[in-house]
C-alpha cells in the first residue's frame, strides 16, 4: 500500500498561482496606491488571521512530531486547536491568506481564481486525504469525522 495521498501539485501551490494569476489579470498590483481605500484594509486582517491559523496548525504537527506535507506519510491523526473545529484549518489558512491579499490589492480575479481553488482542492485533495487517513487510521478518522466538519 503506498503511504501517501499522491497529490500532483501541493494545496500552497495552487492558491500562490490562483493568486499571483488573479493579481496580474486585474492589473492592480502594478498601480500606485497612493491613497489607500479603507476598503483595502479589510484584507489586512483577513490575511494576518490566516497565517496565524496556519502558524498554529504547523506548531501542532510539531508538536505531535508528523509532517504537514499532505504527500508525506501521517503519523499521527491530530484532533487539537484549529483540529477540534475544522478538518482542513491549514487549507482554510491558505483560503484567507490569499483573500486577504487579494482584497488588498482590489483584485476580483483573484478571489475567484481562490474559490475555484478552493473547490478544486475541495474535490481533489481533501478527498484523496479522507481515503487516505480513513485507509490509515480507520475507526478513529470515521469517528473524527462524524464530530469534525470539513471546513467550518
Wanted: charged fraction near 15%; charge should be positive; proline fraction near 7%.
Amino acid at each position: 500500500m503506498n503511504d501517501s495521498l499522491g497529490v500532483p501539485l501541493p494545496p500552497p501551490v495552487l492558491f500562490l498561482v490562483a493568486l499571483a494569476a488573479g493579481l496580474l489579470i486585474d492589473g492592480n498590483v502594478w498601480t500606485a496606491h497612493h491613497m489607500l481605500h479603507a476598503s483595502q484594509w479589510i484584507g489586512v486582517p483577513i490575511a494576518l488571521a490566516g497565517l496565524a491559523l496556519i502558524a498554529s496548525t504547523l506548531a501542532l504537527f510539531w508538536r505531535f512530531r508528523t509532517r504537514p506535507e499532505p504527500w508525506q506519510p501521517a503519523s499521527t491523526l491530530i484532533e487539537a486547536g484549529p483540529y477540534r473545529v475544522s478538518r482542513n484549518p491549514m487549507y482554510l489558512g491558505m483560503a484567507l491568506v490569499s483573500a486577504g491579499i487579494a482584497a488588498f490589492f482590489e483584485s476580483i480575479a483573484a478571489l475567484i481564481l481562490i474559490a475555484a481553488v478552493v473547490a478544486i482542492i475541495d474535490r481533489w485533495v481533501v478527498a484523496r486525504e479522507e481515503a487516505y487517513l480513513t485507509r490509515r487510521f480507520g475507526k478513529a478518522f470515521a469517528a473524527y469525522r462524524r464530530r469534525v466538519r470539513r471546513w467550518l
